[in-house]
């Protein structure tokens, strides 16, 4: 069953499309989402170009697109300031104009690299999210932020730009590796811990991949849904929008811990939420059985419930954590399941509070 929702952005509604089997219609939605483009830039990576570029440029043919295909290795390091400039120059070079559109299909590396380049040349042409992996389908893909990456950090380089469409098939996840479903699982589980308690108890009945994917559209759809609120009453990252960070404070040191490299974003959150779970519970905010839903709820999904991070990382993370200003930072806690609440605490105190999590 066909799911769509509409983000009512003043001047720049658009609408996600959920549906399984839409990439065959990839040329069709995108026809009617740009009536007068002749010529459409794909970008797309290494691992999703065999799997479903051919499928998703002949229905773009179909539909009488010129399609350019612009094709990035896969992985986060592609996010960069050279794949850019290349993306810029390949889409000059095939004679694109203002009227002409960039369509993002992969997963949340291309489309924030492939809405970065939409949003700049040109001074911006228009933009089409086909996201390909869960955390791109429930999570990137919506809320309009695009970014590269700088030496200096991560997404340092970036914009707001709305796209025109998401088009999501959920079929497309049936490739995706087990690691790379439980990392989206993580930001999934997140939605029902911060805004309804009965999506998270629907994910914890589903128990595992194959359940999940029973109730896929549905699945995306919720979590579209609650980004949408958010981005809808804070489309600028304050206030509301701050309780989707919930996890990624703490989450940031385990990433960090790991260098980047052992644990990925989705595991890192996971651990992360946990832990914030607990704290909420030091505080007196969150009532203690809600860690053992979380950690449950994690188990189920092969996601880690605790990493191990050595108190100098957590302190350089905490301190570097973009959310904080001067000695302050703001977490996100959960008043109960389905409830989440900022709280902005001394720097100090937080980590006082981990300090006994962390071993020491
Ligand atoms: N813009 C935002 O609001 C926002 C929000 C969250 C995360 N992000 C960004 O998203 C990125 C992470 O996204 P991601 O987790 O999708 O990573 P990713 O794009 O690197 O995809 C993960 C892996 O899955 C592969 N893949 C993609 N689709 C596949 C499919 N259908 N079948 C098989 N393999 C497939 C990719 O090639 C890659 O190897 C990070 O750069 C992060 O900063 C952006
Ligand atoms: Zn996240």
């Known amino acids: 069953m066909k799911k769509t929702l509409t983000v009512a952005l003043p001047g720049r509604e658009y609408q996600i499309e959920i549906q399984r089997g839409l990439l065959d219609q990839a040329?069709?939605?995108?026809?009617?989402?740009?009536?007068?483009?002749?010529?459409l830039a794909v970008v797309t990576d290494s691992n999703v170009l065999p799997l479903y570029?051919?499928?998703?440029?002949?229905?773009?043919?179909?539909?009488?697109?010129?399609?350019?295909?612009?094709?990035?290795?896969?992985?986060?390091?592609?996010?960069?300031?050279?794949?850019?400039?290349?993306?810029?120059?390949?889409?000059?070079?095939?004679?694109?104009?203002?009227?002409?559109?960039?369509?993002?299909?992969?997963?949340?590396?291309?489309?924030?690299?492939?809405?970065?380049?939409?949003?700049?040349?040109?001074?911006?042409?228009?933009?089409?999210?086909?996201?390909?992996?869960?955390?791109?389908?429930?999570?990137?893909?919506?809320?309009?932020k695009v970014a590269i990456d700088l030496q200096a950090g991560k997404n340092l380089a970036g914009a707001f730009w709305q796209p025109k469409g998401v088009l999501i098939d959920p079929d497309c996840l049936n490739t995706l590796s087990d690691r790379a479903f439980s990392d989206g699982m993580a930001e999934v589980i997140k939605y029902g811990c911060i805004r309804e308690r009965e999506f998270f108890e629907l994910l914890d009945r589903c128990g595992s991949r194959a359940g999940v994917m029973d109730y896929i559209e549905q699945v995306i759809c919720t979590c579209c849904d609650l980004k949408r609120q958010v981005v809808l009453q804070d489309e600028r990252d304050t206030g509301l929008r701050m309780t989707l960070n919930f996890g990624h404070t703490i989450g940031h040191a385990f990433e960090l811990a790991g260098h980047y490299e052992t644990w990925t974003h989705g595991q890192g959150v996971a651990a992360g939420m946990n832990w914030a779970a607990q704290l909420g519970v030091g505080l007196g905010i969150t009532p203690p059985e809600v860690v053992e839903q979380i950690r449950s709820i994690l188990n189920k999904f092969g996601l880690p419930q605790d990493i191990p991070c050595p108190w100098e990382t957590m302190t350089e993370a905490v301190g570097l954590d973009?959310?904080?200003?001067?000695?302050?930072?703001?977490?996100?806690l959960l008043e109960r399941l389905g409830q989440a609440v900022p709280r902005r605490m001394k720097k100090d105190q937080l980590l006082e509070l981990l300090e006994p999590m962390c071993g020491r």
């Open 27 to 39: 040329g069709e939605r995108c026809r009617a989402l740009l009536p007068r483009a002749r010529k």
């Open 53 to 144: 570029l051919e499928r998703t440029a002949d229905s773009l043919k179909r539909a009488g697109f010129q399609v350019l295909c612009c094709s990035v290795p896969a992985g986060e390091a592609a996010k960069c300031p050279e794949q850019l400039v290349l993306l810029w120059e390949k889409m000059m070079a095939f004679g694109m104009t203002r009227t002409d559109g960039v369509a993002a299909l992969g997963g949340g590396v291309v489309g924030d690299l492939a809405g970065f380049a939409a949003a700049t040349l040109l001074r911006g042409v228009d933009f089409i999210q086909i996201p390909t992996t869960l955390l791109a389908q429930v999570d990137s893909s919506v809320g309009g």
């Open 322 to 332: 973009k959310k904080r200003t001067g000695d302050s930072i703001t977490l996100i």
